[in-house]
């Protein structure tokens, strides 16, 4: 029985793979037949109580408001501002002296905008995605870029919560955490600043851009290592950003020449960072807008639902859009316009995510019965996936761990679930093992950033907001075996980091 229970686990991975690679199938098919087939699987299989289902699933939508609001309010900025020619003016501001090529463009943007994005708390994809666009790339690679910018070190970013989060599910210290991390970001890093030409199809490009795809992998890693090991976590992916800019500045020998109407293109962006950068360092600010000012919501045992309209960056997102609109001189009528269609390209994308959190919350409360009285952990998703995942691999499990935590992100759309699902169970593994539980833990946690370029979930975000609505599985075709080859890429030097 817990063979065949591992098994079963991993057949909504293998549903949603199969969708995507051999049916192309969009994100909202793939969130409902995930769903359904959850659904099922939970009820017949790993006997989950009704009751329970429906409260998981409805929690799990819920989860995802803060989201839901920033894809919303995101298209429509971004759909306005390309309209208006502001993002394609950006970007060609960002190339300086328009001397870079597509790879070195997608660098920039990616790794330099992405991670400083991420960095400061905001969600890269409403601005990066079509600034990519703008910049002249494929939709596909505008969608891809959006995230594999930040995939690499996203546990370092989020203004450090996933390092805090971390600790706290595992009891070890913030300051060793961050160091492992720090030292595992690296192969993601750099493999996902490699695969650039290939994303932008300049496969010839490779050897003329050598040293600018490993300089970029090496000081965005780098410069967040050192940031969250000796100054503070919080900066690490912000200082990843700025690192990566000043080097592609340094490179051209020439800064961004001033042009008519900067500011106004600036503005909106320079809005929400100020806003999102004040809310996250300084601690009155954080501690009144994260703290206290704060809606909980309590559905299901052990998960509260935090509502911060004042922290999360939907509400800036959307103030933005009004600045935007205020600095264009656009008319009551043409706003009524953007609203419709935005709301008509977001509302796949929204309805996708909706329900891939959904899935994601019966798949962590799977095995309970009703009214939550008992929990048996054999007929746990989660569990019995990352259980039996341990069983199989033995002493060669360290390989694994970083796969774990891409599981995770895949299944749930969320780094932070895989750290909650699977943190404890490094413990444990790394007790019976003899190796560091640091290591092991921060294995899982840079798996979990990798799996966000596979995720059906972060694709659903980024895919509208760059023209490739409706192309999520042709995406997910190629981004699952690169998400897996990097988790596993990271696995053999956590082998290896672990003998040391």
């Known amino acids: 029985m817990p063979h065949l229970n591992f098994f079963l686990s991993w057949t909504p991975i293998l549903l949603i793979f199969v969708l995507a690679v051999f049916f192309r199938a969009n994100a909202l098919k793939l969130s409902v037949w ?23 699933a409805l929690d799990g939508m819920l989860t995802t408001v803060p989201l839901l609001l920033v894809v919303y309010f995101g298209i429509l900025l971004s759909l306005f501002l ?56 494929r939709p596909k690679a505008a969608a891809v870029l959006s995230i594999s910018g930040y995939a690499g070190l996203m546990h370092l970013s989020l203004a450090g919560v996933i390092v805090t989060v971390l600790a706290a599910v ?52 780098g410069s967040a290592m050192v940031a969250a090991r000796f100054v503070a976590v919080s900066i690490a992916g912000m200082l990843a950003g700025v690192t990566v800019v000043a080097f592609f500045y340094c490179l051209n020998s020439h800064l961004p020449r001033i042009q008519p109407g900067l500011g106004r293109d600036l503005a909106p962006f320079l809005f929400i960072f100020t806003c ?76 996708a995510i909706a329900l891939f959190g959904a899935m994601g919350q019966i798949i962590a409360y799977s095995g309970y019965s009703d009214g939550f009285t008992h929990f048996a952990a054999d007929h746990n998703i989660a569990l019995c996936l990352a259980n039996g995942l341990i069983a199989w691999t033995g002493k060669a499990y360290p390989v694994f761990a970083p796969l774990l935590g891409w599981i995770g992100t895949f299944l749930t759309g969320y780094g932070l679930a895989s750290v909650m699902l699977f943190g404890k169970l490094q ?14 833990a921060c294995a899982l946690t840079v798996g979990a950033s990798i799996g966000s370029v596979s995720s059906p979930f972060k694709i659903a975000l980024a895919s509208p907001l760059c023209g490739a609505a409706g192309r999520e599985g042709e995406i997910l075709r190629a981004t699952i075996p690169f998400g897996l080859a990097v988790s596993f890429a990271t696995g053999v030097v956590t082998l290896i980091a672990s003998w040391l």
């Open 427 to 440: 413990l444990q593994t790394a007790h019976i093992m003899g190796i560091s539980p640091s290591l092991l």
């Open 34 to 56: 995930g769903l359904l087939y959850t659904l099922f699987l939970a009820a017949a299989v790993f006997r989950t109580a009704p009751g329970v289902m429906a409260l998981a």
């Open 276 to 351: 999102l950068a004040a809310v996250n360092l300084v601690p009155p600010l954080r501690h009144l807008f994260r703290d206290v000012w704060v809606v909980a919501v309590r559905l299901v045992p052990g998960h509260t639902i935090f509502l911060r309209p004042l922290f999360d960056a939907y509400l800036y997102l959307f103030f933005a859009f009004i600045l935007a609109t205020r600095l264009h001189a656009v008319q009551g009528d043409s706003i009524g316009t953007i609203l419709r269609m935005g709301s008509r390209k977001a509302a796949m994308a929204v309805a």
């Open 170 to 221: 595992t009891d070890l210290s913030a300051t060793t955490l961050a160091r492992d991390l720090g030292i595992l970001s690296f192969p993601a890093t750099l493999l996902f600043a490699l695969s650039v030409p290939w994303l932008v199809r300049a496969h010839k490009g490779v050897r003329r851009n050598l040293l600018p795809l490993v300089a970029t992998g090496l000081l965005a890693a």
């Open 82 to 137: 390309i309209e208006k020619g502001s993002l394609q003016r950006l970007a060609g501001w960002f190339d300086a002296a328009g001397k870079l090529n597509p790879v070195t463009h997608g660098l920039l943007l990616s790794f330099g905008v992405g991670n400083f994005l991420e960095g400061a708390g905001i969600i890269a994809e409403p601005v990066a995605a079509p600034m990519l666009l703008a910049a002249g790339l």
